[in-house]
């Protein structure tokens, strides 16, 4: 599986938050990418699972920088719901603030009426845990340097 070093959506997205999110930027665009890159691995999205993936990574750390909390999940979801209004996606709106507020549980999301939480859950965790708990993603795919 090619590793993918451009998303134009994702680029559209993120680029409106360069100055709220300062000298993180950078490491934040690569950790969306490498997130993303594990749930194509882990899961061969149709085109519309693959912007609600995209959508879902590029808003689902915001609420660090918008809000300036480590409680940052419920600012992301608003953020998230206000981009799907805006775009008159909101009818995924239900889905992605499921993929973005179980982002960050431990344990396996169930609900196979949304298969996107559990590829969403494990690619974050995949990154965030440097590999050490890969979720499915091979170690060498991992270590691809991107």
């Not at 000298?23 to 890159?37: A, C, I, P, S």
């Not at 899961?43 to 609600?52: M, V, W």
């Not at 993936?53 to 918008?66: T, V």
């Not at 953020?79 to 775009?87: A, P, R, V």
């Amino acid at each position: 599986m090619p590793i993918e070093q451009t998303i134009p959506l994702l680029e559209s997205l993120l680029d409106k938050w360069k100055l709220v999110i300062g000298n993180d930027f950078e490491g934040y665009k690569n950790h969306v990418y490498r997130m993303l890159d594990f749930c194509f691995y882990l899961h061969e999205p149709s085109d519309e699972e693959r912007q609600k993936l995209i959508i879902a990574a590029c808003f689902h750390d915001l609420g660090l920088w918008s809000n300036k909390t480590v409680d940052y999940l419920p600012p992301s979801i608003a953020l998230t719901k206000d981009y799907l209004q805006l775009h008159d996606l909101s009818q995924w709106s239900a889905e992605i603030e499921l993929i973005i507020d179980m982002h960050h549980k431990m344990t396996e999301y169930k609900n196979t009426a949304y298969p996107l939480v559990e590829v969403f859950r494990k690619a974050d965790l995949a990154d965030f845990s440097l590999g050490l708990i890969n979720g499915g993603v091979s170690a060498d795919y991992i270590t691809v340097p991107i």
